[in-house]
Nanobody
């Protein structure tokens, strides 16, 4: 059973930065296409950043140029560097496979962008 644990969220002012981390136990993430998702209140969960097993990255238009997804194979961890944060980035952020075959969701980490 794969377990995903996200961390690094918090309260930040507009224009600020946060770095999210995700550790996966029970599988080796470098073999999979992985992504960061977010869900704001009243909205559906959306994929905002993805990294292929070969290293290619892709981003939603709303975060391109501001967010960077990366991974550390040695630590089996996935990261999301978020810069120039906007109030509309406020959401719970989750990591998971970028696939129709998702792993069980973790608890997510809350990101709140507010002055």
């Amino acid at each position: 059973q794969v377990q995903l644990v996200e961390s690094g969220g918090g309260l930040v002012q507009p224009g600020g930065s946060l770095s999210l981390s995700c550790i996966a136990s029970g599988s080796i993430i470098r073999f999979f296409d992985m992504g960061w998702y977010r869900q704001a209140p009243g909205n559906q969960r959306e994929l905002v950043a993805a990294i292929r097993s070969g290293g290619f990255t892709n981003y939603a238009d709303s975060v391109r140029g501001r967010f960077t997804i990366s991974r550390d194979p040695a630590k089996n961890m996935l990261y999301l560097q978020m810069n120039s944060l906007k109030p509309e980035d406020t959401a719970v952020y989750y990591c998971n496979r970028d696939s129709r075959q998702l792993w069980p969701w973790g608890q997510g980490t809350q990101v709140t962008v507010s002055s």
